[in-house]
Nanobody
Framework: QVQLVESGGGLAQPGGSLRLSCAAS????????LGWYRQAPGKQRELVAA???????NYADSVKGRFSISRDTSKNTVYLQMNSLKPEDTAVYYC???????????????WGQGTRVTVSS
């Protein structure tokens, strides 16, 4: 089991910045993939950014060049730095951790409770 606790959401103006944090109850070195997803009203949850254990990251096209995922293994915390925010970034943001169970070779997904981000003037 992995508990994830997000923080850092809130209200930002267009063009502004926010940094989301996600504290994990497990060492990040034991987590195969860490990611941030978001869900806007009336829309499906979508991947925003993800980081694999080998350091490879990927981003949704809509946030490339504006958002950055990083981690601090000493704090078991993953971050999402969001710059140049747009109204369309408004959503509830969720932290996700994926663990590959061995020897079953199955994936387990864990989610935080979500943190709301609103971008509005």
């Amino acid at each position: 089991q992995v508990q994830l606790v997000e923080s850092g959401g809130g209200l930002a103006q267009p063009g502004g910045s926010l940094r989301l944090s996600c504290a994990a109850s497990l060492s990040l070195l034991e987590i195969n993939e860490l990611g941030w997803y978001r869900q806007a009203p009336g829309k499906q949850r979508e991947l925003v950014a993800a980081r694999r254990g080998n350091g490879i990251t990927n981003y949704a096209d809509s946030v490339k060049g504006r958002f950055s995922i990083s981690r601090d293994t000493s704090k078991n915390t993953v971050y999402l730095q969001m710059n140049s925010l747009k109204p369309e970034d408004t959503a509830v943001y969720y932290c996700n951790a994926r663990l590959l169970r061995i020897p079953a070779m199955t994936w387990s997904d864990y989610w935080g409770q979500g943190t709301r981000v609103t971008v509005s003037s």
